[in-house]
């Protein structure tokens, strides 16, 4: 189904990708050539820290659609702002270079989308059909759980690719701090208390999709751990402050 009412920003944070960027671009082309028409979009590939050859493959790519940065600094959440601050239209998706749910996500969003502020391509909606490792899908539980009794958001998987207004998200971007991979769920908690539309949307992720992935559950899961109870500290001391406000 294609659809010119939306065009847009696809946005990517990559780190060591170089073997997958060229493949990943023809792929993402093709696809929103299908869906959206040609030229109804660009591509935003933004490289925090790579130490391989993204860029030396940067510096090659010559497409009117295709905007590259590099930031220097490790971290996905920095990238995906970046990308976020750079896009030119209002209607963006933030998403992985290994594309792990295809279109499937895309399918789903586009004939929605103008009711709804930010999208989460969940691997938790019931109606999706994913392969997930039980290693991998023990950790997301607990990560889970701990935002829905923290924050009360009402998205269960704040980590797959996500759909947004950036009009919408641009008024929390400065409260989204995070610079690992935590930063996508700052976009649902700060989303959530700005009253955003949201909702979650099925994907399809098959196994051959699923590759060994580069996040390490202790070292990366106790960074993303303090970055959830710094974010936690810091929405309870703006809710004494606001509560002291209020009493005088």
């Not at 792929?27 to 820290?49: A, C, H, P, Q, S």
């Not at 691997?123 to 990560?143: E, F, G, N, W």
Request: hydrophobic share 40%; charged share 25%.
């Amino acid at each position: 189904m294609k659809s010119k009412q939306y065009p847009i920003s696809f946005c990517i944070g990559i780190y060591n990708e170089a073997s997958h960027i060229v493949k990943a671009i023809s792929t993402i082309r093709e696809n929103l050539d299908r869906y959206l028409g040609k030229n109804n979009y660009e591509i935003i590939l933004v490289d925090n820290g790579s130490t391989d050859n993204t860029a030396t493959i940067f510096k090659k790519i010559r497409d009117k659609n295709i905007k590259t940065y590099s930031i220097g600094n490790k971290g996905y959440g920095l990238a995906l702002k970046k990308a976020i601050e750079e896009a030119k239209y209002e209607h963006i998706v933030l998403s992985a270079i290994d594309l792990p749910f295809g279109f499937s996500d895309l399918q789903k969003a586009l004939p929605i989308w103008k009711n709804y502020d930010l999208l989460f391509g969940s691997k938790a909606h019931k109606k999706s059909i994913v392969y997930v490792p039980l290693q991998r899908k023990l950790s997301s539980y607990i990560y889970r759980f701990l935002i829905k009794i923290l924050f009360g958001v009402p998205i269960r998987d704040t980590q797959g690719s996500i759909f947004a207004k950036r009009s919408k998200l641009l008024p929390i971007l400065k409260y989204c701090d995070s610079s690992n991979a935590f930063f996508t769920a700052q976009l649902a908690i700060y989303g959530k208390l700005r009253r955003l539309q949201m909702i979650e949307i099925p994907v399809v992720m098959k196994k051959k999709a699923f590759r060994k992935s580069k996040y390490n559950i202790v070292k990366d899961g106790k960074v993303m751990l303090l970055s959830l109870i710094s974010t936690y500290f810091v929405l309870h001391k703006e809710q004494v402050k606001l509560l002291k406000a209020n009493e005088s």
